[in-house]
């Protein structure tokens, strides 16, 4: 609470009259030797001393006018998520509140199905950022699908790092699935990350059903799509198609190759770097962190490449 100091003197001289007669006879006392009754007049210091009492009042009328203001509900500006589709997406300068309900907004970023867009915003952890895997647990997904039943996207794969101001700098490739409403709710904060309305995609979805692909490079970078049709246990024994030979054959041993699954509405590529040793592989870089919405198919992949 603010307040305010009036200066002025303590004991304001009053008003008074100057009696030029000095009898005690009250009939003419305040009469001039001319007969005629002096009149009462205002010195400067009283004058002076009328103006602080009066800047006073206007004080005190301020203070109270700003202080009925400030008792009233503030008018609050939020700014939508923008979504924009790479990786220099910014959070909201002022982040929209957590309803609970996915789609709250009456202003949502719009896009069709079966496509991606990539979400990247800085996450305060406080004094230690987490991995990028455990980063992604404490993000929310909201599904409202139009049909009622099943999820609306799907993050495919996550990277990023640490900020010089402690925050984790993270971008995740999402995948619209299905039309109907989406989102990312940081669970700390619960700071809406993106929000958005799927709508029927109005182009030829890249597959009716999610299935598998596994591609691997060559020396030169070239990549070709691997046939596990015959039910292969091993990536080792899948064919390379076009080739007619096994992968065992044609990735040599110790080298490291580009290896790329797709398994998305989206037909969007998940790049990983892999090294083969001996009948299996291991991964070069921890990154990304691939499909943590899919389980089931990091599992299927796991046990292919042997990790």
Known sequence: MSYCKILGSANPRPYYLDHMSKRKDVSRIGESRGGTRQRSVL?????????????????ILTIKYRGD????????????????????RKAASEPKPNTGTPGASSQLERMEAAQAVMVTVDLDFG?????????????????????????????????????????????MHVSSEKPGIASLTFKRTGEILWNSRIVPATHAPASQAKNLL????????????????????SIMDAKVKDLGTTVRDYWPDGSDREVTFVYSACGCPVKIMARRTGERTIRTKELPVIFPDDPGAVLSITKLMGW
């Open 43 to 59: 010195t400067l210091p009283s004058i002076a001393a009328l103006v602080i009492i009066l800047i006073g009042i206007a004080l």
């Open 69 to 88: 203001q400030a008792g009233r509900s503030p008018r609050s500006t939020i700014n939508s998520p923008t979504g924009s589709a790479g990786p220099d």
């Open 127 to 171: 004094s230690r950022a987490p991995t990028i895997a455990d980063a992604l647990r404490e993000i929310e997904r909201g599904y409202k699908p139009d049909d009622g039943t099943g999820r609306t996207f799907a993050i495919l794969d996550a990277y990023g790092e640490p900020t010089p101001d402690g925050k984790l700098h993270i971008s």
């Open 214 to 233: 596994i591609s691997l490079s060559d020396a030169s970078g070239n990549s070709r799509l691997l046939d596990g049709s015959g039910g292969s246990a």
